[in-house]
C-alpha cells in the first residue's frame, strides 16, 4: 500500500494563476480531508469529503474548489492564487478513528 | 467559536525530566486525537480517546481525556532527544461529523 499519495511536492505560484494540488489513497477510506497548515501553526480543514459524489466545506474553504469523482481521488483546486495561500496542504484520509496524512505539499504563492 | 487551545506552546527540556503538555477545548466532542509532526514533515497519529476517563500510553509517552473538563493531557515521562517534535491536539468540531479541529501546537524540544 502506498497509502494516501500527493504531488507536488512542492511548487511556486504567480499572483492569479490556478492549480490543482493533486491527492490520492489507496486503502479504500471514504472520508478525506484537506487541510492547510501555515508557519508554526496547527492544521485548518480547508474541504472534506464522506464518499463519492459528496464534498462538504471545513473552516477556511475561501479561494478553494474540490471535486470527489472517485474513492481514491480528491484533488484541490486554488483558482486565482493569492499570497495569503502560501501554505503547506495536506491531504488526510480515514478509518475508523484513525486520519492518515500524505506526505504534503509546500505552495509559494509571490 | 470552537476553539482548541495547547499550553504550553514551546517547551524546552533536559532529558529525563517529567513534564505535561494541556489541550483544552470549547466542543462537546467525546473524541480527541494527539499527533506528532517532526520538521519538515507529516503528522503522525499518536493516540485516539474515545471516551470520559480514557488513558493511552506507548512508551514515554501517556494521554488522558477528561470530557467534562474538556481538557486532555500528554504526559512525557523521562523524556529523551527522540521525542523533540509538534505535538497536536484535535478535536470533532461538530458532534459525530469527523470534521477535525487542530490545536496550534505544542514545540517540545529535549536538551541532552
Known amino acids: 500500500n502506498a497509502g494516501v499519495t500527493q504531488t507536488p511536492k512542492f511548487r511556486i505560484l504567480k499572483i492569479g494563476q490556478s492549480m490543482t494540488l493533486q491527492c490520492t489513497q489507496d486503502?479504500?477510506?471514504?472520508?478525506m480531508y484537506w487541510y492547510r497548515q501555515d508557519p508554526g501553526m496547527g492544521l485548518k480543514l480547508i474541504y472534506y469529503s464522506v464518499g463519492a459524489g459528496i464534498t462538504d466545506k471545513g473552516e477556511v474553504p475561501n479561494g478553494y474548489n474540490v471535486s470527489r469523482s472517485t474513492t481514491e481521488d480528491f484533488p484541490l483546486r486554488l483558482e486565482l492564487a493569492a499570497p495569503s495561500q502560501t501554505s503547506v496542504y495536506f491531504c488526510?484520509?480515514?478509518?475508523?478513528?484513525?486520519?492518515?496524512f500524505g506526505p504534503g505539499t509546500r505552495l509559494t504563492v509571490t | 467559536e470552537l476553539k482548541v487551545e495547547q499550553n504550553p506552546l514551546f517547551l524546552s527540556m533536559q532529558e529525563g525530566k517529567n513534564y505535561t503538555i494541556y489541550c483544552n477545548y470549547s466542543?462537546?466532542?467525546?473524541?480527541l486525537y494527539w499527533y506528532r509532526q517532526d520538521p519538515g514533515k507529516s503528522l503522525e497519529s499518536l493516540f485516539v480517546l474515545l471516551s470520559n476517563g480514557a488513558v493511552k500510553q506507548e512508551g514515554r509517552l501517556m494521554a488522558s481525556l477528561d470530557t467534562k473538563a474538556r481538557l486532555s493531557t500528554l504526559h512525557i515521562t523521562a523524556a529523551v532527544h527522540d521525542l523533540s517534535a509538534t505535538y497536536f491536539c484535535a478535536v470533532d468540531g461538530e458532534s459525530g461529523t469527523y470534521k477535525y479541529i487542530f490545536g496550534t501546537g505544542t514545540r517540545l524540544k529535549v536538551l541532552a
Open positions: 466542543t462537546t466532542s467525546d473524541r
Open positions: 486503502m479504500n477510506h471514504n472520508y
Open positions: 488526510a484520509s480515514r478509518t475508523g478513528y484513525e486520519q492518515y
